[in-house]
């Protein structure tokens, strides 16, 4: 699931949560004393972003944009450098001397904003959290977790119900809270030990980030940041060339040919961690958005037929943002691409026989919903489907519309992405292609609810298998078979495109996170 959707669903709705937030844009200024803008004669440095915060909880989405902006504020054990490889944190050194037993020593000094010292029992509490509600998103995360516990009051013993390879980048995703934080505290203040506190938010607007003048690491540079939320690639570009931002997030091939060649900014392009697919529903046996009630696409041969429809090389050609077509399930980079796949074929006229084979001689019609950002391209794979007898009428769905109606398994075919932010294609494996079990908590962004025992058999076995050239066969025969039964088509991967002012050094991220505080100005 941005993740790095992978999974966006939750207790309570986008529009919830917005009413939540506009309730807290007068608050907060109020109840985080000390963190209202200091008169400086530095002015703040603005960033413009295409996306908004949905949760101040740190454990309720698993995107992405969230940890991006949730990464100034709560920090985890371990986190990840630019290139994906774990480093302290939280956690200034572990050890795991039998593969099941994990012991983290805390660094000394961090504090929470509100003054109050980081122990052990918060690092417990926090991941228990996640442990014991598992409509929190982030619960896939400490899937492989058994116990936690805290063994002095700076040390934390974490054991797993079997050797799980890639624990630390997992763990990179268990933010902390104080303990006895929960639900409704966590939705109505930001109480962390990051490197930024949070000073003003005005929800879908704007976000002020305050430096934490008490932090026990390394400073941010820069002293006040300004967060410009919901950024459209034009109005982006506009606040870039008007002065209005020092810095923007965009996805548009228009903003790299505007700036491109002029004196005083730079250009940053990287890869996503998430590649596009179509979701397809399999377990649907009469869905009311296909026309006649019967699901085609629970015969694999309507699946295939609709992967041959797609020409990926002119849907990323077509695209506003720069796009490489995809024909496997995650992206180069991730642990798990294997590069000797071939391309999809784009065969129209095997795609109209595979459907008269199927039962399909005439084609169908069906609704393809998309939500905002995915709305260009499902318009474009609606004319390619339409070319092979697959009439597809696309609606477009708010977010909160979209994840309700997705999560309730109520779309029969739906355009979103899936995030491998923890840089192993295990991920994807375990979260959205594995059996649907919400005990085990595997499966748990498995939309199509597709289940192959010997997929499940490979995932398990690269999850606690810690020899790297076992863990690659593994992932590569689990994707072949997905590739061969289709219960998601991959269609492409998109790129990042920044756009700054010169005078700041920054390197993007492997995963896509905008990490306010790794930008510093240039002396």
């Given at each position: 699931a941005d993740s790095t959707e992978p999974c966006e669903a939750g207790s309570y709705t986008r529009a919830n949560v917005r009413r939540r937030l506009a309730l807290l844009a007068v608050a907060i200024p109020l109840t985080l004393g000390g963190c209202s803008r200091p008169e400086t004669a530095e002015r703040p440095y603005v960033i413009s972003v295409p996306y908004d915060l949905d949760s101040l909880d740190p454990g309720h989405r698993n995107r992405l944009s969230d940890f991006s902006l949730l990464a100034s504020f709560y920090e985890p054990l371990v986190v990840t450098d630019a290139n994906l490889s774990a480093r302290p944190a939280l956690a200034h050194r572990w050890s795991n001397p039998d593969g099941l037993t994990w012991t983290f020593e805390l660094r000394p000094g961090v504090r929470f904003h509100d003054g109050s010292p980081l122990g052990a029992e918060d690092v417990v509490w926090s991941s228990e959290r996640l442990l014991a509600e598992p409509g929190l998103e982030l619960s896939g995360h400490v899937s492989g977790i058994e116990s936690v516990r805290a063994t002095g009051d700076r040390t934390v013993e974490l054991r797993t119900k079997k050797p799980v390879a890639i624990l630390l980048n997992k763990l990179r995703f268990v933010l902390v809270v104080r303990k006895g934080e929960t639900g409704p505290k966590l939705r109505e203040r930001v109480n962390g030990t990051g490197p930024y506190r949070l000073a003003r938010l005005e929800p879908g607007r704007e976000m002020w980030l305050e430096r934490n003048e008490d932090y026990w690491g390394e400073r941010p540079a820069l002293r006040e940041v300004r967060l410009r939320l919901n950024r459209s690639p034009g109005e982006a570009l506009e606040d870039l060339l008007s002065g209005r931002s020092d810095f923007v997030q965009s996805n548009a091939k228009a903003t790299e040919a505007a700036i491109r060649n002029r004196s005083g900014f730079a250009l940053r392009r990287q890869g996503s961690v998430s590649v596009k697919f179509l979701f397809l529903a399999l377990n649907r046996e009469a869905p009311k958005d296909v026309d006649g009630g019967t699901?085609?696409?629970?015969?694999?041969?309507?699946?295939?037929?609709?992967?041959?429809?797609?020409?990926?090389?002119?849907?990323a050609r077509r695209l506003s943002a720069p796009a490489i077509p995809m024909s496997q399930l995650v992206p180069p980079g991730i642990f798990g691409h294997d590069p000797s796949l071939k391309p999809f074929r784009h065969d129209p006229v095997e795609a109209r026989r595979l459907l008269a084979e199927a039962g399909w001689p005439h084609g169908f019609g069906l609704e393809l919903a998309a939500r905002g950002l995915f709305a260009e391209a499902a318009g474009i794979v609606a004319e390619m489907l339409e070319e092979v007898g697959i009439r597809a009428r696309v609606r477009a769905l708010p977010e909160a519309a979209w994840f309700r109606a997705m999560h309730g398994g109520l779309l029969t075919l739906t355009i979103s992405r899936y995030g491998c932010p923890t840089g192993d294609a295990s991920?994807?494996?375990?979260?959205?292609?594995?059996?649907?079990?919400?005990?085990?908590?595997?499966?748990?962004?498995?939309?199509?609810?597709?289940?192959?025992?010997?997929?499940?058999?490979?995932?398990?076995?690269?999850g606690r298998t810690l020899e790297?050239?076992?863990?690659?066969?593994?992932?590569?025969?689990?994707?072949?078979?997905?590739?061969?039964?289709?219960?998601?088509?991959?269609?492409?991967?998109?790129?990042?495109?920044?756009?700054?002012?010169?005078?700041?050094?920054?390197?993007?991220?492997?995963?896509n996170f905008l990490i306010?505080?790794?930008?510093a100005r240039q002396r």
């Open positions: 699901n085609p696409f629970r015969d694999v041969r309507v699946r295939r037929a609709l992967s041959l429809a797609i020409d990926r090389a002119e849907l991920d994807l494996f375990e979260n959205a292609l594995r059996t649907w079990d919400a005990e085990r908590r595997t499966g748990l962004n498995n939309y199509a609810r597709y289940s192959n025992l010997e997929v499940d058999r490979l995932t398990e076995l690269a790297m050239s076992r863990r690659q066969e593994a992932l590569r025969r689990a994707t072949a078979r997905v590739l061969e039964d289709l219960p998601v088509i991959p269609l492409y991967v998109d790129q990042d495109l920044y756009a700054f002012r010169e005078g700041i050094s920054w390197t993007p991220r492997n995963d306010a505080s790794e930008i």
